[in-house]
């Protein structure tokens, strides 16, 4: 059976002092599977755009800003993670330039700007425990990691890096 996992992007985009990130709470609507929950900025890929455009749409629809320079950190397999468990595919970005000014909020909730070395003690999914920290250190190299769900809950994590 081919597997075909909803393809998506996460993206952090860092204030230009690079000491804060750009962070949506999850505050809007009660029947958002994130509700409560900080994320970074996303969704999924359209047809007939690449990764990178994707990216660079979904920050634009969310945050209001261009993306001015942004680099691929990773890759993740969320098999399992949706709803109604269905599996997906995110390439997660950190955007490190920017043009215009960022929203104080969007349809999904608050966005925030989050210290950086305040944004493991937000209320998150378990599993952005685990990667966070390869998206924001000093290793150039992209991670690939694959994170598995069952029932809303992480029940494994591992990665390689190139």
């Known amino acids: ?25 999850r505050n809007a609507r009660a ?5 409560g929950k900080y994320n970074g900025l996303g969704g999924k ?17 969310e945050a209001g800003i261009t993306c001015e320079s942004m680099q691929l950190r990773g890759t993740l397999n969320w098999p399992g993670f949706g709803k109604q468990g269905e599996d997906w595919l995110g390439f997660i970005f950190v955007i490190d330039r920017y043009a215009g000014t960022p929203l104080t ?32 250190d000093t290793d150039p190299r992209p991670f690939h990691g694959v994170m598995p769900y069952r029932d809303g809950r992480m029940q494994s994590w591992s990665y390689t890096r190139l």
């Open 45 to 61: 890929m359209e047809p007939g755009e690449d990764i990178a455009a994707c990216m660079q749409r979904e920050i634009l629809e």
């Open 31 to 35: 029947d958002d599977q994130h509700l």
């Open 105 to 136: 909020s969007n349809a999904e909730g608050t966005l925030e700007w989050v210290a950086l070395d305040q944004l493991m003690t937000l209320p998150m999914w378990e599993g952005d425990r685990h990667f966070l920290p390869l998206v924001f």
């Open 1 to 25: 059976m081919p597997y075909t996992p909803i393809v998506a992007t996460l993206g952090y985009v860092l204030s230009p002092d690079r000491q804060q990130v750009l962070m949506i709470h």
